[in-house]
């Protein structure tokens, strides 16, 4: 089959596709000694490579010489690899651009004929995937760290301590585990958004790398806690040490909107090189730990497996105000939006807004599961004022949408929370009118004053 037949078989159509997934295919061959390139629609590999047509590589070695040293060795060794008619291979590099951007490319490739091993005409695609390798370099990147404060996360954090314990024990050397956890993290939180406390987070992270040493390691392991591993730490080093860091941190204020702020800590401590067998078993314990400090106001508490279990065994369907905050603080707290449509048209009125909450092991949960022991606990008003906030910024993306909002009977009849979520509503502006706020009539019928306003 003759190139030119090669082109006819490509419909328009199929060249459509190729262009709209930033591809263009090509015709290769070597049946004169000197390897080059037929592009079927030099328009499309013009838009590929960032070049006008009349600078498209053409031979073999003008596009090796646009790979990198990886890339020219993949595509020698993909097209060694052909060694028989039909033979397929598929591999990606990075390729420049006539602008100087390296673009990563998928190429996929068949032979079509040749002598022996050696293949003289191939038939080829080349892909631009440069939005999947950032996509994939992201999953990467959170697999590991933190998108909020940059720190490492939980996973790799336990990875850190399973390393730093494991030299510990194998030099006989001390380890320790410090977490510090902010306690007014949720007052910040309710009094001026979350936003004023993520950014809190942020500046709590920064000056926390600032004053941890180099061979030791930090991470934000939930909502407002953070994790530091020490090296070459013992018990007495890691109190003197945890007390430091408190200072630089509480210390200071850190600058908001709507003024000075300080963070107030919760600090707990394990010695892991004497009281635990595995980074597990350290990340437990200093739990257990954070839990007595909470109680003492701050006050720095090591484990000891004297120390009581504070928190009772629960089933995995009942919630705790711990889990609840975690959850907010997390931004574990959601919102699934149900259309209400008319009957004839099918159009939407409005989307229902429906609560949910992500457990730790990734299991979503309605607001039937939880809203009850949130009410219970004297927590649902930060519920109903996350709420607030992921539909204000709804309607900001969505200018053309209604929406409505349940409001918790808890929040409505306490006067100071009531007027808390008052302005947070008003502090919607306009976007405010296209909310339904929705409460039940016993609400209405017990404070008609407060269920009006």
Same mark, same amino acid.
């Given at each position: ?203 709590? $992270? %920064?000056?926390?790398?600032?004053? *941890? ?6 991470? =934000? !392991? #939930?909502?407002? &806690? @953070? ?51 595995? $980074? %597990?078993?350290?990340?437990?314990? *200093? ?6 400090? =909470? !109680? #003492?106001?701050? &006050? @720095? ?71 009850? &022991? ?80």
């Amino acid at each position: 089959m003759t190139s030119a037949e090669y082109v006819n078989e490509m419909s328009k159509l199929e060249q459509q596709l190729l262009g709209l997934m930033g591809a263009a295919a090509y015709i290769w061959s070597d049946l004169e000694g000197e390897p080059g390139f037929q592009w079927l629609d030099e328009n499309l590999a013009a838009r590929l490579l960032c070049a006008s047509p009349d600078m498209l590589p053409r031979t073999e070695a003008a596009l090796i010489e646009r790979l990198c040293h990886d890339g020219q060795n993949a595509r020698r060794q993909a097209l060694a690899s052909l060694g028989w008619n039909g033979a397929k291979f598929q591999i990606d590099y990075q390729i420049r651009t006539l602008d100087g951007r390296n673009i990563w490319v998928e190429e996929r490739a068949e032979r079509i004929s040749g002598t022996g091993k050696k293949a003289d005409k191939i038939i080829g695609i080349l892909t631009n995937i440069q939005s999947r390798k950032l996509r994939e370099e992201q999953a990467g990147y959170h697999a590991a760290f933190d998108s909020l404060t940059g720190l490492w996360n939980k996973v790799r954090m336990r990875e850190g301590l399973a390393h730093m314990l494991a030299g510990a024990q194998r030099y006989d050397r001390q380890a320790a585990y410090v977490v510090m956890e902010v306690m007014n993290i949720a007052d910040i939180n309710e009094t001026y958004g979350y936003e004023v406390g993520d950014r809190l987070l942020k500046a709590i $992270a %920064e000056r926390l790398k600032s004053c *941890v040493r180099s061979p030791d390691i930090c991470a =934000r !392991i #939930r909502g407002s &806690a @953070f994790g530091i591993g020490l090296s070459d730490c013992d018990g007495e080093a890691m109190e003197k040490i945890s007390a430091r860091i408190t200072k630089t941190l509480s210390d200071t204020p850190y600058s908001s909107p709507h003024g000075d702020l300080y963070a107030e800590f919760a600090v707990g401590g394990v010695a892991m090189s004497q009281k635990a067998t595995s $980074a %597990e078993d350290a990340m437990q314990q *200093v739990l257990t730990a954070l839990e007595h400090s =909470r !109680i #003492r106001q701050g &006050a @720095f508490v090591a484990y000891d497996r004297n120390l009581p279990d504070l928190k009772p065994r629960q089933s995995k369907s009942e919630f705790t105000r711990d889990d609840i905050i975690s959850a907010l603080n997390d931004r574990r707290v959601n919102l699934a939006f149900q259309p209400i449509v008319y009957a004839e048209s099918r159009e939407p009125h409005h989307f229902e807004c429906l609560l949910r909450l992500r457990r730790d092991d990734g299991e979503m949960v309605s607001a039937a599961d939880f809203i009850m &022991a949130a009410e219970r606990l004297d927590c649902v008003h930060l519920l109903d004022r996350r709420a607030m906030e992921i539909a204000g910024k709804t309607l900001q993306d969505w200018p053309d949408i209604r929406i409505a909002l349940n409001v918790s009977a808890a929040t409505v009849k306490n006067e100071q929370t009531a007027r808390s979520y008052l302005d947070a509503l008003r502090a919607l502006g306009r976007d405010c009118e296209r909310i339904i706020i929705e409460m039940t009539e016993t609400v209405a019928l017990e404070d008609p004053t407060m269920a009006s306003r």
